[in-house]
């Protein structure tokens, strides 16, 4: 049953409110202004729990302090026992994803393996960043032995047929793979979703540590295929074998109980940098090693470590949850997550914090590992604070820039023209703020280019917002200073430190004629980059700034400003694809601009068009049977005939 405390009231009534909630065990969720939900929490008293938030704020953390400030209406979920609540609480942030719920950070470093369960041939593919942009799609990692992770995607291409291409090479023919084996045909469908998705429930086992029961299930094939004569089939299988049992040889480590599913869990921990690592055991051999990292001043040890293992086993197939945990420190609420996980996987699980003999060393191990992760932590976070402040000084900033846009442009003259956007914050990518955008302008056609102009726009376009807060009175200095919460008011929450153009004088003049007609000129701090020379001009000034360029700052500016040209050029080169596929969709009769747009939004790309079957092209509005045979034909002109 949902209570909800009345909507639209103000933070400094809320309170009044609170003795509604009851003092029995559920979850709880803060939602803002917008109900957004803010955060999702549990309790075995939730009336206590949600009053906590509310004390002096001496109690609380500066980030749930601003949480707080945002809250605006609370809902709560009473249900009958506390393990009840974990579970639910886990279903809830997995399907909302609050802000405040993320303090677990995907270590970027190191990549996670995604397999597509949301197509019909699912793909394999490499990840740095974690997307869940599909509930069936499974992420395995983050793998921090990134070596070992692509030597076994290699062979697990040799070993099994899959897909080997992200798009097929001919439209109307296999290739190569499909007649030396290596792939089964999924281009021209020679093979049915079912049987394809059989042989990818394989290669899952790999990445999920479960080698031997895949050993077993393989040889049970085997031996059925040769006791029906099928000997062709039966050594497909073998190789397979053969195959697996080199990848199993190429581990690095075993463990003497052999029989024992293991992960073992250690931390290493200093101010508010927390380094997580676990090693995933499975048949005596450690098949993955992952790295988590945690931002934390105010939760121990043991706390981070339950918070590392409620997110890790909700994001994973129950199957994969092992028999044994070991934790380097007592979980606080320890009886209640090993509970949940007994009823997440309907088996036993044992988490355990030793204290001597070799699962001591185990633990050990691994706390070893962790520490090496701090320290490499540490060591690239001092590298990024002494090249901010190097820059700060370069450039004559008031500060280290907290927040740095960087700006290119890329078409091929003129045509198919586009603008990048990357952000770096505390010198680190932040890929989530990053931004594209296609030139508007008429000016800027196919024979005719003008970076100059296209920049003005995407300057324009870029800094309005705050041109018009302005205008209308509002105090930009005060505004910059609280963009640093992502979710600050009015959405004003992305102002820039520091503005980097890929360009030299002339791209740098053309930024501040639109800064000065948008009356943003004093508050900005903008620099251009060349790229012949790789010289730095600052407004207002004839001559480069007389700099090293081996100096950190220097050769972090350079790092970022070659991060805008790659994703500028990225960006370019899909719209440049997508014009030519869109201008090969008009050679099928019937099929209109209109038309081809619908395919788009609906397939997403050319590979999907061309894989698609009838029925499915006919799901989409508008595409009746007829049309939809056109479209098929056009891409099978051999069932066509």
Known sequence: MVYMISKNIQNSKLQSQLNEIPLEPGCYLFLDKDARILYIGKSKSLRNRVKSYFRSSNDISPRIGLMVKQIDDIEFIVTDTESEALVLESNLIKNHKPYFNILLKDDKKYPYLCITWSEPYPRLYLTRRRRQSHGLDRFYGPFVDVGLLRNTILLVKKLFPLRQRPRPLYKDRTCLNYSIG??????????????????????????????????????????????????????????????????????????????????????????????????????????????????????????????????????????????????????????????????????????????????????????????????RTKTAQEQNTLALEDLAQLL????????????????????????????????????????????????????????????????????????????????????????????????????????????????????????????????LNVCSLAKKNEDIYLPNTLLPLDSNPDQLGVRLIRRIRDEAHRFAI??????????????????????????????????????????????????????????AHKVWGYFHPEGNS
């Open 182 to 375: 290596r792939c089964p045909g999924v281009c021209q469908e020679l093979v049915t979703p079912e049987e394809y998705q059989n042989i990818i429930k394989k290669v899952a086992m790999i990445f999920q540590g479960r080698t031997e029961e895949l050993r077993i299930k393989l040889t049970n094939q085997m031996n059925t295929y040769a006791e029906n004569l099928d000997y062709e089939e039966a050594a497909k299988v073998r190789d397979q074998l053969n195959g697996l049992e080199q990848l199993v040889e190429n581990q690095k480590m075993g463990i003497p109980d052999s029989s024992v599913s293991r992960d073992v869990v250690a931390i290493a921990k200093e101010k508010n940098i927390s380094c997580i690592q676990i090693f995933q055991m499975r048949a005596g051999k450690l098949v993955a090693r992952l790295g988590y990292s945690f931002n934390s001043y105010y939760l121990d040890s043991p706390s981070i470590i339950q918070r590392v293992l409620e997110e890790h086993y909700s994001n994973v197939d129950p199957i994969e949850i092992p028999s044994d945990v070991l934790v380097e420190h007592t979980l606080p609420q320890q009886s209640l997550i090993q509970t949940w996980l007994i009823e997440q996987c309907g088996h036993r699980v044992e988490i355990s914090c030793p204290k001597r003999g070799k699962k001591l060393q185990l633990v050990e191990l691994v706390r070893r590992n962790a520490d090496y992760e701090l320290k």
């Open 396 to 523: 004559e900033l008031s500060g280290a820039p907290k927040r740095i846009e960087a700006y290119d442009i890329s078409h091929i003259s003129g045509s198919d023209a586009v603008a990048s956007q990357v952000v770096f914050i505390d010198g680190i990518p932040a890929k989530q703020h990053y931004r594209k955008y296609k030139i508007k302008s008429g000016s800027i056609t196919s024979g005719h280019s003008d970076d100059f102009l296209a920049l003005s726009e995407v300057i324009r376009r870029r800094f309005k917002k705050w041109s018009r807060a302005k205008l209308e009175g509002l105090n930009i200095e005060e505004l910059s200073r609280n963009s640093k919460s992502r979710l600050a008011l009015g959405g004003f929450n992305d102002w820039p430190d520091l503005i980097v153009i890929d360009g030299g004088k002339g791209q740098l003049s053309s930024v501040l004629n639109v800064l000065h007609e948008l009356n943003l000129q004093e508050e």
């Open 570 to 627: 990225s960006f370019h080169r899909q719209q440049r694809a997508t014009r030519m596929n869109r201008s090969r969709l008009t050679e099928i009769p019937g099929l209109g601009t209109k038309k081809i747009r619908e395919l788009f939004n609906h397939f997403q790309s050319i590979e999907a068009i061309q894989l698609a079957s009838e029925d499915q092209l006919q799901a989409i509005p508008g595409f009746g049977p007829n049309l």
